[in-house]
């Protein structure tokens, strides 16, 4: 994914050749991406970077309805992008195919339910619906497209022609945040060959976390027509497959939130990347501009509907006397060659990249010096179950990233002890517990502003 920023303020995208990729621009945030799409067409496999090259580009019918995500089909190479208003399938020189209406509509974010549940006594207006998740749902050729009308509602969308299979809204576990900015929200599919799938969420809340829980798990049955779709996996008077902010945490940090940048699954774990505000202990913080941001790996076992494995990492990158700590984008694969022997592992093992931006504050406004780190999967596990023995010992406390101010002695667990000796590092016993710990990467490329 390649961006830089125009004069007029938009963002263009493209997709060079591999030698071609001599400097990779900076993600730009999340409040505006591109009007434009370009995509490079192949004429000629020269090394060099031709004056005259031929782009398709594509352009939404409204400047202002600037394109938030965007997927590309591995079987068909088909894109699909969500925008401002509008979901769009594109051919892979980025002509048009469909585009699917998602908004304006009249709105109130203070309507809740939404007027399309019940009548709403608030004042209406025009509003736009920003696209906040989009995700195909391979195995039952559809796509997820979630925004931010009526407190957040989601639609699937059949892969071949953007038709509504269904747009649940009835019920609350159907409003996923009233937030209108991207990068905000991040979700995560898993799905057995032949079973119903299962949705993980995790979203800003903006202060709502009585209303919009920070992160789920939901069902996804293949028929979009049941009536399960996107409950939670497990909800019950005592326990829920769920997590919200507590009060006790916005009174500490009252702009408290939890961003979520990029997610994904690898092996018996499904895993997010966030950013979030922290404070000292004891210390209130109630302007925005004070505040000190975390960037952050959670992992949690695919089949633990009560979150007991909850996992929550602090990471970044240093060089020199240089912290990196203010994630902006993600993304995991597969090393090459060079890259799998420096990191000794190899070529099929996953890998995370990461953007990160100098230092701790400005989140929303990031300094221009930013640095790529590399993250072996491999080496994430391992110091988890380091963390885990280590704490299952009774040393350090349980930290929990939505809970401030509050700490949780690790107490002595034998048993537990016992059985991660005995297993490897993505074994499913490490699923039985939550606890936290530090995470350095490798820092790769150091890119500057100056």
Not at 20 to 48: E, H, I, T, Y
Request: glycine share 6%; proline share 5%; with cysteine.
């Amino acid at each position: 994914m390649l961006g830089h920023r125009t004069r007029a303020g938009n963002t263009k995208f493209a997709f060079p050749r591999m030698d071609q990729r001599k400097n990779w621009p900076r993600v730009p945030d999340s409040d505006g991406w591109s009007v434009a799409l370009l995509c490079l067409f192949l004429a000629s496999f020269s090394r060099n970077v031709s004056s005259n090259a031929l782009f398709s580009t594509f352009h939404s019918e409204n400047r202002d309805w600037t394109f938030n995500h965007l997927t590309v089909h591995q079987g068909t190479g088909a894109v699909y992008v969500g925008a401002i208003n509008r979901v769009y399938k594109l051919s892979g020189n980025l002509t048009i195919l469909v585009a699917h209406k998602t908004g304006p509509e009249e709105d109130n974010k203070s309507c809740y339910p939404p007027l399309i549940v019940q009548p709403c006594s608030e004042i209406l207006t025009l509003t736009n619906n920003v696209n906040k998740l989009l995700i195909i749902d391979y195995s039952e050729n559809r796509l997820l497209a979630c925004g931010s009308l009526y407190q957040g509602v989601c639609k699937l969308l059949r892969l071949d022609d953007l038709f509504i299979l269904v747009e649940p809204s009835h019920k609350k576990e159907h409003y996923l945040s009233s937030v209108n900015k991207t990068g905000t929200m991040y979700g995560v599919i898993v799905r057995s060959e032949g079973e119903d799938g299962k949705l993980f969420i995790g979203t800003a809340v903006d202060g709502k976390q009585d209303y919009f829980p920070t992160l789920s798990s939901r069902k996804l049955p293949r028929d979009p027509e049941s009536s399960a779709m996107l409950d939670y996996e497990l909800h019950s008077d005592f326990v829920s497959s769920l997590i919200k902010i507590p009060s006790d945490t916005l009174a500490l940090v009252s702009h408290f939130d939890i961003f979520y940048i990029y997610g994904f699954a690898s092996g018996n774990f499904v895993y997010f990347l966030t950013v979030q505000p922290e404070t000292p202990e004891g210390v209130s913080i109630n302007s925005a501009s004070d505040l000190f941001y975390t960037s952050r790996i959670v992992r949690l076992c695919k089949d633990d509907p009560k979150f007991h494995s909850y996992v929550s990492l602090p990471f970044g990158c240093v060089r020199g006397d240089t912290e990196y700590r203010l994630l902006q984008a993600a993304y995991l694969s597969k090393p090459g060659e060079v890259l799998a022997k420096s990191l000794n592992i190899t070529a099929q093992e996953d890998v995370l990249f990461a953007i990160f931006s100098k230092g701790q504050k400005q989140y929303h406004q990031p300094p221009d010096d930013s640095a790529l780190c590399v993250f072996p999967l491999r080496a994430v596990n391992a110091q988890i179950k380091d963390r885990l023995q280590s704490c299952y010992q009774g040393e350090g406390n349980l930290e929990l990233n939505w809970l401030l101010g509050k700490d949780v002695q690790c107490t002595k667990a034998v048993r537990m002890l016992q059985l991660l000796a005995a297993v490897a590092s993505e074994n499913i016993y490490q699923c039985q517990a939550l606890w936290h710990m530090s995470l350095s990467g490798f820092p790769s490329l150091v890119a500057s502003g100056d």
